[in-house]
């Protein structure tokens, strides 16, 4: 089983403890980031280009909808320029593998922030991080936790899932019917449990009722409406997988409640206040992590 | 009467020779705008950029055209997001009220750079800087006023009588039939006089020829051909409301000449080499003023 | 004959060196660079963003596509607004001779990054910096210098033919026979060898087997499909103009192959690996010369 407390997140938490104290250092100055968006994800993006700043670096933003790729360039091409410039790229593009195939181009480093429906590795990285820092002990081994909301369709739940199958826990899949965590990624928690010896269980459930006074953490994703074949289906999940003051009233004391945002209703706003709603807390961690993720690969020592 | 002199304005003269004398300082070093525009404003949103920068701070631009809003976030969390990564939020929105919702979310401070018809605080303020710096003695007090126009659409002079209506000054009222000044913001001229005192005087004309000679500031505001029923109406205002270096030559030899700009003909490039026309001074004093907002919002010592 | 060992030249070596030792320096610390872009040009435009920040400047990034023009405002009254928050401009425009007019209204300096078929001068700059750095003897005179592809609507070989007119060189235009160096632009290549002395002369060929093993630089550009009548057409030309091993196997030992990118297939990937591919250096120059334009343009002393 993998330790908690790995080198990323050891040095994502002093990056937390820097930006509390001064906001910024010196660590990556001189250095540029071209921070490279073939699709809009205004989060992401600029949680990058604050770890940047942060850091004393500076940063080229490029979203790429009118440039050289219209005119036929291909995405290796455009990494190799971009690098002419910048010590380092983040690249979100829609293709799954496109974030391979430009590290395959590339000489010097490129971080993944989304390849369509294939990986998301910050996100994840960032979930597990902030999973460590909710819990009161900071160790995953015999907690429970439950996965809410569209699970089918899901990038984010599928990635955790199987960062989670590496650890000794019990899942909790919590969704209606037709959106419930797909067979492969199913055989994937399994196989990775069985890799790691971690005798990992999981249990379906269509209602958060069924698991909200049993798990120590609480991950809630978004349910986009036109997933459904009818409105009175999607209004029956609405009734059964919403979070509200009634959940957190039966909740353990410190169970975490956690989302990737954008909420779009799942998660009430009268529950913001509750020392247990770590969603903000999460969505802050990402600059840590991705901090963290920057100073290791541009190799700064002593980070 | 309030004084003119204010905390704001003599922290904006000390940006002023800071930025002169050397480009930045480090006041905000380690501080980060998120600098968020829902519809294109390029002037408000550079003027604030700037200021961030000559400030020593660094800056998130945002243009949430294809974000998170599409997925229907509400504007609460967006900027309760936003500020996970930034220390402070800008925010132009088309939607009257946005500014107050987005503050009363936040955590961090927020400034209003705009929201629709509502307000558009930092161009009153920089309107006001610039009549105070370009005032000989530095004082309204007895100065007369000429607002002339688009009285009746014009955001930034509604605002900008209401602020004047604070100082014993003599309005002139300078539109066409069509577009006078709305009877709500006479009203509410005069009441702010009354509770102040200061006995505003406002007079309503259609020519600038009415004027010209007898004021002390001239602020000009932009015409769209689109407000008038006849080409021959719109030709016919333009005849009468366009400042042209005659005007200047029967205008008070200290006189200001304002404009928020852009400008669309009202102001004659031959007027620009007059030492009175203000307009590009009035431009450049956002850029302090703004500063001088960001430094005492973000609490700075002996700024 | 002009010395290839120009000042800015000598200025973008010792760029070169000091982004190779430091990343970025503070030479212009406090100055902030307007980026205004009215057409997309993600290369140039971060080419120069790379520039100023490793300058230590601030950046303003403004695609016009959005704002004030949309009014009716003018191009000279965009730039003097601007250069209220700025230290000084640069301006790609769409609009032959807009830079021109732009600088004209401007009090401070103002940068062409390309008007339309007018001027892109900068890449002149960039690609003469990089034949004179990539010949071993650092020294045009007596060269052969091979201009590929679609000369005829090539703003770019254009104003290459023209600069390097200035030298004795032996020039050999190569492409398909619709596709060939215009006639103005042969005579302007005639008459400025004739006025700077430098006997320059030029052939004309429509494959590349015809001078692959005798030139000293060969700058391919890219061939639009769109602008040949049949796809048939469009075929042939890609035989005799792509650049591929085999084109590599034949050229001489210390050959430059440069490119001003994004190429379309009109050199092979299998080629990147030559050390004779010296495209990306190319890119990469586009830095230390836009570093060095503006240091001197900014009036940096001992840059």
Request: aromatic share 4%; charged share 20%; glycine share 8%.
């Amino acid at each position: 089983m993998l330790p908690l407390g790995s080198e990323l997140f050891a040095v994502a938490d002093r990056m937390r403890a820097m930006v509390a104290a001064q906001g910024k250092n010196d660590m990556l100055r001189g250095k540029i980031l071209a921070n490279v968006f073939f699709e809009a994800s205004t989060r992401t993006s600029c949680s990058f280009q604050a770890a940047m700043l942060r850091l004393g670096g500076d940063v080229l933003p490029l979203n790429e909808s009118g440039s050289s790729a219209k005119k036929g360039e291909t995405l290796g091409d455009t990494i190799r320029c971009l690098e002419c410039y910048a010590d380092v790229t983040v690249l979100r593009h829609p293709l799954v593998g496109s974030a391979a195939a430009a590290a395959a181009a590339a000489r010097k480093p490129v971080i993944n922030a989304g390849d369509g429906v294939g990986e998301h590795p910050t996100q994840s990285l960032l979930d597990l991080y902030t999973i460590r820092d909710e819990l009161p002990d900071h160790s995953l081994a015999g907690k429970t936790i439950a996965l809410v909301g569209d699970l089918k369709n899901g990038r984010t739940v599928h990635s955790l899932a199987m960062l989670l199958a590496k650890y000794a826990v019990a899942l909790q899949f919590v969704a209606p019917p037709s959106l419930q965590m797909p067979q492969h990624v199913k055989d994937e928690v399994a196989a990775i449990s069985a890799r790691h010896g971690t005798a990992v269980t999981f249990t379906e459930h269509e209602a958060l009722a069924e698991v909200g006074g049993a798990c120590d953490v609480m991950y809630v994703t978004r349910v986009q409406k036109e997933r459904f074949a009818t409105e009175a289906e999607y209004e029956a999940v609405k009734g059964v997988l919403v979070v509200t003051p009634a959940t957190m009233a039966v909740a353990r004391p410190a169970m975490a409640l956690m989302h990737p945002l954008p909420r779009v209703g799942e998660i009430l706003e009268s529950v913001d206040d509750d020392p247990r709603a770590a969603y903000f807390r999460q969505m802050e961690n990402g600059l840590y992590v991705r901090m963290a993720l920057l100073a290791l690969v541009m190799g700064v020592e002593g980070c």
